[in-house]
Each structure stands twice: as C-alpha cells, then as structure tokens.
C-alpha cells in the first residue's frame, strides 16, 4: 500500500526557514518521481519541484527558485523540502506526491495516477 506521510509544517517569521519531510512507504524513492506541491485558500494546487526517480532532473517553481530545496534519503525513502527566506506568499498548505512519470510531467499535477500525502500547513507570518 503506497502512503505518503509529510510532516514538519508550522509557523515561521518572513526570512526564516522550515524543513518539510515526507516519508513513503509502499515503493521506493528510485522508482517514483516525487515532489512538493502546495495550495493556498482560493488557488489551485501548484507543482513547487518535483525530481526524477533516478534524482537527475530537478524542477523548480520560478516563485522558489533559489529559495527552496529539494532532497532524498533513499535509505529511509524520505524526501525533503528545504524552505529558506520564507514569504508571507509561501504560506499554504504542502502536499507530497509522487508517480511513476517524468518529473516535470509529476509537477503539472496532471497525471492521473499520482499518489498524495495529506497535506502540512506552512504559516509565514510577523
């Protein structure tokens, strides 16, 4: 049974850092693309980066780039999101999701078949 659990949400001032994780179980990281995503009230879910299964293509939002990272530990099919010099605008809710496709394909959030945590709220706030 595939499951995605993301953890590591919460408040942060503008400028600050957070670090996201999600922990998979029911496939391995190196058969999946898999990346962030997140929705904020009244928008539509957004791909924030998604990388390859192998990790040799990494997409990034132009909203994030330099901002965030993206990163694996294959060992314990974990994934995580480096979140630096937040935003108020960064707040929403994070997903993790991953399918077997091509990574930018993953980001669209168009295919079918992608598997989805339950979601982690960030709150960037003074």
């Known amino acids: 049974q595939v499951r995605l659990v993301e953890s590591g949400g919460g408040l942060a001032q503008p400028g600050g850092s957070l670090r996201l994780s999600c922990s998979v179980s029911g496939f391995t990281l190196d058969a999946y693309a898999i990346g962030w995503f997140r929705q904020s009230p009244g928008k539509e879910r957004e791909g924030v980066t998604c990388?390859?299964?192998?990790?040799?293509?990494?997409n990034y939002a132009d909203s994030v780039k330099g901002r965030f990272t993206i990163s694996r530990d294959i060992a314990i099919n974990t994934v995580y999101l480096q979140m630096n010099s937040l935003k108020p605008d960064d707040t929403a809710v994070y997903y993790c999701?991953?399918?077997?496709?091509?990574?930018?394909?993953?980001?669209?959030?168009?295919?079918?078949?992608?598997?989805w945590g339950q979601g982690t709220m960030v709150t960037v706030s003074s």
């Open positions: 999701g991953a399918a077997q496709t091509m990574a930018h394909v993953l980001c669209s959030g168009d295919f079918e078949d992608t598997y």
């Open positions: 990388t390859s299964a192998r990790g040799s293509f990494i």
